[in-house]
């Protein structure tokens, strides 16, 4: 039988015409689309944000994770050499598990279990050092884009020597409302190498609030103490001890009211109590700075009177996308060392870098918006060292402070 090669096959006439083509492509967008949304129910459980750091003490720390679906998982922890089970609280897909009875300033080796199936390999994370040891930490902000930047400068804080004992955030770490389906490619992937090992300390910056004005996400994601200003939020004004400091952490997104009534009050008495040697606090907006916001007024009105009271050493913020540094400040006025506050802006976490506007402030000692970078603070006795890291490795700036020995007559405060 011969074959006519003139005449077209009906199959040959639908394939080729353009809606049948269109009618193909959505029928496997949709195909595909569903299959998406049914992964987590079919393929096997498995951890798809975290494990996380958090409330570490010098005798346990708290650990939280995502999983793909709701699960009944455990943790096992390496404890003088025997596997201690311990059964993590579940709500929904997030998990968590409070490990007590260690020993300070330890390493403990740690596996996330479900069933006969280990969801992570081994891990570890360390309790916190006691006082009068040397110790370390990281600061930085408005880290929340994904962009190339972030995730390079999350390898290089990975990469750091020494190791940080702890990480403090600034403020911004999901842009653009803090929207809980960002957390995952704006927060534990560029960190995933640090957040299983190193207690993380978030700060509520002006991009974790939504459309609505809630920070529920944020909320959600981190566990820290409940020690602020009572009435305003257990998450998201708090204080913790790590060795020899105390580190206040305020959600500045609130109105001046709030700040002066309810918040200075709490920081004065949080900061007025004995024993820390060394003294910090953390919030997003700066009362100085020479970048391209302006300096914030209600902060500056309500919280610096009260920094300057009780004497902090360093005050740490973010906002203006850049690292800052000023002089030792006091009623806004440059005063001598130990007599002011010193001020660190640093923001170069990752977002876009923000260049200045006029000429800078007097007070401003050192700047820089060319580079992303982050804050190594090191404290060894009565020496504190700060370096800021640009992405590659150089030092943008190191600063020295030195206190007086214990039991020495502190300087006052002001013009001599």
């Known amino acids: 039988m011969a074959f006519?090669?003139?005449?077209?096959?009906?199959?040959?006439?639908?394939?080729?015409?353009?809606?049948?083509?269109?009618?193909?492509?959505?029928?496997?967008?949709?195909?595909?689309?569903?299959?998406?949304?049914?992964?987590?129910?079919?393929?096997?459980?498995?951890?798809?944000?975290?494990?996380?750091?958090?409330?570490?003490?010098?005798?346990?720390?708290?650990?939280?994770?995502?999983?793909?679906?709701?699960?009944?998982?455990?943790?096992?922890?390496?404890?003088?050499g025997e596997d201690r089970t311990q059964d993590a609280a579940t709500d929904g897909r997030r998990n968590r598990v409070r490990i007590n009875g260690l020993e300070p300033g330890r390493g403990y080796a740690y596996r996330i279990q479900l069933g006969n199936r280990y969801l992570t390999d081994e891990l570890a994370f360390q309790t916190n050092r006691t006082a009068g040891r040397r110790y370390n930490f990281i600061v930085f902000g408005d880290s929340g884009r994904g962009t190339k930047a972030q995730y390079s400068l999350a390898a290089d804080m990975t990469r750091f020597e020494p190791r940080p004992d702890f990480l403090l955030h600034t403020g911004d770490l999901i842009y653009s409302d803090g929207e809980r389906c960002k957390f995952g490619e704006r927060f534990f992937k560029?960190?995933?190498?640090?957040?299983?090992?190193?207690?993380?300390?978030?700060?509520?910056?002006?991009?974790?609030?939504?459309?609505?004005?809630?920070a529920a996400a944020y909320q959600e994601v981190f566990e820290v103490p409940d020690n602020g200003p009572e009435g305003l939020g257990e998450d998201l004004n708090y204080w913790f001890d790590y060795a020899s400091s105390r580190i206040a952490v305020i959600d500045t997104n609130v109105d001046e009211a709030i700040l002066g009534e309810k918040v200075a009050p709490w920081l004065r008495a949080v900061m007025a109590e004995p024993g820390p040697r060394?003294?910090?606090?953390?919030?997003?907006?700066?009362?100085?700075?020479?970048?391209?916001?302006?300096?914030?007024?209600?902060v500056r009105r309500t919280l610096v009177p009260v920094i300057e009271e009780v004497g902090l050493d360093l005050v740490f913020t973010g906002h203006d996308h850049s690292y800052q540094r000023?002089?030792?400040?006091?009623?806004?006025?440059?005063?001598?060392?130990?007599?002011?506050?010193?001020?660190?802006?640093?923001?170069?976490?990752?977002?876009?870098?923000?260049?200045?506007?006029?000429?800078?402030?007097?007070?401003?000692?050192?700047?820089?918006?060319?580079?992303?970078?982050?804050?190594?603070?090191?404290?060894?006795?009565?020496?504190?060292?700060?370096?800021?890291?640009?992405?590659?490795?150089?030092?943008?700036?190191?600063?020295?402070l030195s206190k007086p020995p214990a039991g020495a007559v502190p300087r006052e405060r002001g013009p001599q």
């Not at 996380?52 to 999983?67: C, H, I």
């Not at 560029?190 to 809630?214: A, K, M, S, T």
């Not at 060394?278 to 209600?298: L, S």
């Open 190 to 214: 560029p960190y995933r190498y640090l957040l299983p090992r190193i207690n993380f300390w978030p700060c509520l910056g002006n991009h974790e609030i939504d459309q609505d004005g809630n």
């Open 326 to 400: 000023t002089k030792p400040l006091l009623g806004g006025q440059i005063v001598a060392p130990r007599e002011g506050v010193v001020y660190i802006i640093t923001a170069a976490g990752g977002a876009t870098l923000y260049e200045p506007k006029g000429a800078l402030p007097d007070y401003v000692a050192v700047l820089d918006y060319q580079h992303y970078s982050f804050t190594h603070v090191t404290i060894d006795g009565d020496e504190l060292t700060l370096r800021q890291i640009a992405l590659g490795g150089d030092i943008l700036d190191e600063f020295r």
């Open 4 to 80: 006519n090669r003139d005449v077209p096959t009906a199959l040959s006439r639908a394939a080729a015409h353009p809606r049948a083509v269109l009618l193909w492509v959505i029928i496997l967008l949709v195909v595909a689309i569903c299959l998406y949304a049914a992964a987590p129910w079919i393929l096997p459980i498995r951890i798809n944000e975290g494990p996380l750091v958090q409330m570490a003490s010098e005798d346990g720390v708290t650990l939280v994770w995502y999983t793909t679906r709701p699960a009944a998982c455990r943790v096992i922890v390496t404890v003088a």
């Open 278 to 298: 060394w003294k910090f606090v953390a919030f997003h907006h700066p009362p100085y700075t020479g970048g391209k916001y302006k300096p914030d007024e209600r």
